[in-house]
């Protein structure tokens, strides 16, 4: 079992619908937990980290944690174009090692 | 604010060579982490830096190495490089070492072995 899971997609939703991207952890000490955004050939971009159980909400996205099930989403409304990209779900396991462990991502591809 | 620079942006070498890889971390942070993300793969952990001390390092063999330096840069040295280290090398910093600082990636340097 994968550390951090996500679904790889591609997932594909109209310009201005909802888009939402799920992932589950495995370390159930993980306390903390991070969207970055990837577009093809550049780095990683933080968009949210989201540290308690419930929602968290900054503009058009919003990250949510589930503790219990293991399960952080992130929802990104009024998608656009510019929002095709890949999103790295990230967590710190339960020991202070410094290490990100990130899933594989998921492409997220925005239609006009 | 300036985020975390790297350099250079691409490099070109040969299998045997070795590689220099340079981070400057965002003002005031102190910890500086490296991450390979080989073509097609996730980010993997490579080390971890925090007060010019090496804190952690990921299942990468002995000639994956680096330092901190006073002024918190860091420095990543791949000796005796292999066609498969052909990588995006990604450094991030973070402010202190307290386990669950956000990390902020620089741009990467791209590095291709031939």
């Known amino acids: 079992q994968k550390e951090v899971e996500q679904n790889s997609g591609p997932l594909s939703v109209p310009e201005g619908a909802i888009a939402s991207l799920n992932c589950t952890y495995s370390?159930?000490?993980?306390?903390?937990f991070f969207w970055y955004r990837q577009y093809s050939g550049k780095s990683p971009e933080l968009i949210m980290f989201?540290?308690?159980?419930g929602d968290k909400e900054d503009g058009r996205f919003t990250a949510q944690l589930n503790k219990a099930s293991q399960y952080v989403s992130l929802l990104i409304r009024d998608s656009q174009p510019s929002d095709s990209a890949t999103y790295l779900c990230?967590?710190?396991?339960?020991?202070?090692?410094?290490?990100?462990?990130f899933g594989q991502g998921t492409t997220l591809q925005v239609k006009p | 604010e300036a985020g975390v620079t790297q350099s250079p942006t691409h490099l070109i070498k040969t299998r045997g060579q070795q590689a220099t890889l340079r981070c400057s971390p965002i003002?005031?942070?102190?910890?500086v982490y490296w991450y390979q993300q080989a073509l097609g793969l996730g980010l993997q952990f490579l080390l971890w830096?925090?007060?010019?001390?090496?804190?952690n390092r990921g299942n990468f063999p002995p000639r994956f190495s680096g330092r901190q330096f006073p002024n918190y840069s860091s420095e990543l040295n791949v000796n005796a490089l292999e066609l498969e280290d052909s990588a995006l090398y990604l450094c991030a910093s973070s402010l202190g070492s307290a386990g669950l600082q956000t990390q902020y990636f620089g741009p990467g340097t791209r590095l291709l072995v031939l």
């Open positions: 830096y925090d007060e010019g001390e090496e804190r």
């Open positions: 370390d159930r000490g993980s306390q903390s």
């Open positions: 003002s005031g942070h102190t910890s």
């Open positions: 989201i540290y308690s159980n």
């Open positions: 990230a967590a710190y396991g339960s020991s202070n090692t410094g290490k990100l462990i």
